[in-house]
């Protein structure tokens, strides 16, 4: 199924406009997001076990699932404006990796520091495969962890402009969830991102949204 985004009025740009080919967006077929024992059970059971040691120059972000009203959520924020690096940028809570810390350490440090959400409530599941290298070669893992029930969120205005809240059962459908071949430098490769009026989930946090819902098929 193919379906046409209108990209404009967005808080977020999509890079290299220059180097995309035409628009004509291929979207993934709909697919149901299974019931919370059966999301719990599978990430379980794929998820990669969390590293004793970590090197040097590495990040790590977490991606919090819960229920509300029935449907699992991730948490997502909305860096804040006069951030000087990615400004308005969408994003999983995390950060730098401090000396003598783990993966999961500094993920839930920085959760608490951007979100206010204490590590207490907060069940680690395990580490997605697919890291992602930022442009400093700073290396970018993924966590999942889970609660029970919605956390209740305090904002660090200074890095934070909002809590987004995405339904996996939601994103993962030809109206939001788009793939794009683009040609860059670096050759031909493919651009997944997710349209969440007024957002655009994209790059290296939409790549792990895209790994995090294949182990949910």
Request: hydrophobic letters at 45%.
């Amino acid at each position: 199924m193919t379906a046409a985004h209108d990209l404009s009025g967005y808080l977020q740009t999509l890079p290299n406009v220059d180097r995309r080919v035409p628009l004509t967006l291929e979207c993934a077929a709909t697919g149901a997001i299974a019931t919370r024992s059966e999301v719990l059970e599978r990430l379980r059971g794929r998820l990669l076990r969390l590293p004793a040691k970590v090197g040097g120059n590495s990040a790590a972000v977490l991606l919090l699932l819960y229920p509300r009203d029935g449907e699992m959520m991730v948490l997502m924020t909305r860096r804040s404006s006069w951030m000087r690096h990615h400004p308005h940028e969408v994003s999983f809570p995390g950060g730098a990796v401090e000396s003598g810390e783990t993966l999961e350490e500094a993920a839930l440090r920085e959760t608490f520091e951007e979100v206010g959400i204490d590590r207490s409530n907060i069940e680690l599941l395990g580490l997605l495969g697919s890291g992602a290298v930022r442009g400093s070669g700073r290396s970018f893992s993924g966590i999942v962890g889970y609660c029970d029930s919605p956390p209740i969120t305090t904002l660090n205005a200074d890095e934070v402009e909002a809590v987004l809240e995405v339904p996996l059962g939601l994103v993962y459908t030809p109206d939001y969830f788009c793939e794009l071949w683009y040609n860059s430098s670096f050759g031909w490769g493919l651009f997944h991102f997710f349209v969440m009026v007024p957002d655009i989930i994209w790059g290296a946090s939409a790549r792990m949204l895209v790994e995090l819902l294949a182990l949910l098929e």
